[in-house]
């Protein structure tokens, strides 16, 4: 096979793994924005035909709102990264959808293009804000109840300390949260504190009403029943709470 033989394959082969992708794919003018090609997955993907897709540009699969943003994506087009998103484009009947594109700039019927291929990330995105707000509402509630709630790292240093360990005991969080310190000034009698961790050690973390008294940062005690079920509801991070 001579070696326009090969070229003519290669560029068969590109094309047809172009059209069969499963990504949704299209190939741009970079300077008019104008569709040169789609592939079949961006076809099934975004609504519109192939032959309505060649009269558009990227504008078209943006909603206004978005329109300045491409605008100033145009002006950097020659920056070094090729990762860009999430994009929000929207589908034929205005369905709206967050895409993470790549891009890779090649030359088609002397011009210069580029190639983008998207990731519909709107599930996952959605999925993830609706965690983190979700973790916010449980930190808003463990920071406002009316019951002390601490909790330990592995290192055995508190890594949580909410309103209520504030307002009981005198101690803020920054003077409590990663400090080495805090057993021996809360429980300064080094007998009384020995005692306890041996007792720890011993239930575990799993116990309930467990009391035992506690130096307030003014110096009065205070007894506290603390309960854990730590080895039963494991939290990320607390080793014990």
Known sequence: MGEAENGSAAAL????????GVL??????????????????AVRHYGWTRDEFLGMTLYD??????HERLRRYVQNFDRPDRDFGPWVHWKKGGTLMEMQVHTVDVPFAGRACRLATMF????????????????????????EMPVILDAFGEDGRVVFWNREAERVTGYAKGEVIGNPDFFAAVYPDPRYRSRMMAEWQRRGNSYRDWEW???????????IAWS???????????SSW
């Open 228 to 238: 854990s079920i730590s080895e039963r509801v494991a939290i990320p991070g607390w």
């Open 24 to 41: 949704p794919s299209w190939l741009f003018d970079r300077r008019t924005l104008r569709f040169y090609d789609v592939n079949e997955a």
């Open 61 to 66: 699969v943006r909603p206004p709102a978005e």
């Open 213 to 223: 008294s506690f130096t307030c940062k003014d110096g009065t005690q205070r007894v």
């Open 120 to 143: 519909d990330v709107t599930h996952v995105n959605a999925t993830a804000r609706a965690l983190r707000d979700s973790e916010a509402r449980l930190r808003t509630v463990i920071e």
């Open 13 to 20: 082969d590109g094309a047809l793994v172009f059209q069969k």
